[in-house]
């Protein structure tokens, strides 16, 4: 059996603003299981990166371990790449960041790699705002290990095997919030037209953004009274509203109320727009997107799209005054600039 994707693609397939088609922004074929929504959301990725015009070699994939952490061999093959120990994503893209400031970081992690073992190095991550976008496949059960329950499956939700789920779940999102992340979102792998315009305004935003996605183990949790199946996320999903993003370059042309909507300004100047916004719900203020995601989860429904965005965010080189430089450019003179420059930096400590 090959893993080899084909070569041929019908020939008028759409080119970007950089001459790229999407088949440019493919991997490898997937061996995930048929129908896993982990390769809804990779199919997801390489549209958003081939439709807003991003060249492969500027962005860097970053994952763990797990089924989603297997993913990013099935997109965007002429990228960067790192699979790195379990839990240990947010560490490595760290360090990679600091590095090199000009690339794009998208981590993809599951919810047993950041729920669980790489908890204490997801909180770091958000608390830092390291400027990166934090994908979290999640559909509340360990796919490599035979489907036991991970760190966010719901209380009482069923397994496969019939057990209901005795503990609590984490919500990622509300957990985000709480530690001070810049950008979080919800969404489902099923619905591409609410995803794909998350996934490029994440990828636009300046600081940490988290995309919680609800993406459906169809070996291990897509039964009868599972809470991260297609059937149940489909009935009990509620949205923050639709969503469209603008790139800066383009005109922005409004077709409907302006009392429906809610613009949302990006760093770079590009603009999403949020049409029939779910009352009381405004995605520049924390406390009401707080208050939210506890309404909608204590009534059993599942809040999709835009929860909040801090349009003031300060990312991480920002907050700690690095040079504007990639530091893996340095040249030995400017990384030892010599004894006069070390007893200034000194006296200007006392």
Do not use: W
């Not at 994952?63 to 240990?88: A, E, M, Q, W």
């Not at 705002?129 to 489907?147: D, F, W």
């Not at 503990?167 to 792998?189: H, K, N, P, T």
């Not at 719900?281 to 939210?292: E, G, K, R, Y």
Request: net charge negative.
């Amino acid at each position: 059996m090959s893993y080899y994707r084909p070569e041929f693609r019908h020939p008028d397939l759409d080119v970007n603003d950089i001459g790229y088609t999407l088949k440019d922004y493919e991997g490898s074929l997937s061996t995930l299981c048929a129908g896993c929504g982990h390769d809804s959301i990779s199919a997801a990725i390489a549209r958003a990166c081939h439709e807003i015009s991003i060249e492969p070699h500027r962005l860097a994939k970053m994952s763990g371990i797990g089924c989603s952490s297997k993913t990013p061999t099935y997109f965007l093959g002429n990228s960067h790449g790192f699979n790195s120990v379990h839990g240990r994503m947010p560490s490595v893209a760290t360090g990679a960041a600091m590095a090199n400031r000009d690339l794009i970081y998208l981590g993809v992690s599951g919810d047993g790699d950041t729920a669980s073992i790489g908890m204490g190095q997801f909180a770091h991550v958000i608390r830092r705002n390291l400027n990166m976008v934090y994908i979290v496949m999640n559909n509340g059960c360990y796919g490599l290990t035979k489907g036991q329950d991970s760190a966010t499956a719901d209380y009482g939700s069923y397994s496969k095997k019939g057990d209901p789920t005795p503990f609590e779940g984490i919500d990622l999102c509300a957990m985000a919030l709480q530690i001070g992340a810049s950008f979080v979102a919800r969404s489902f792998s099923g619905d591409k037209n609410q995803l794909i315009p998350l996934i490029k305004a994440a990828m636009s935003h300046k600081g940490f953004a988290l995309i919680d996605v609800v993406s459906p183990c169809v070996t291990f949790n897509n039964n009868d009274g599972s809470t991260k199946s297609y059937e149940f996320t489909r009935e009990h999903m509620a949205a923050t509203g639709t969503m469209d993003f603008v790139p800066m370059k383009e005109e922005i042309v409004a077709s409907y109320e302006p009392d429906s909507t809610q613009e949302v300004t990006l760093h770079d100047g590009s603009v999403i727009h949020l049409h029939k916004l779910a009352d009381n719900v405004d995605p520049l203020n924390l406390s009401n997107a707080f208050q939210t995601v506890e309404r909608y989860r204590t009534s059993g429904e599942i809040l999709t799209g835009l929860i909040y965005m801090d349009p003031d965010s300060q990312e991480l080189h920002e907050r700690i005054k690095t040079i504007q430089k990639p530091l893996n450019s340095l040249t030995e003179v400017e990384l030892c600039p010599g004894n006069k420059v070390l007893l200034n930096l000194n006296a200007s400590l006392r």
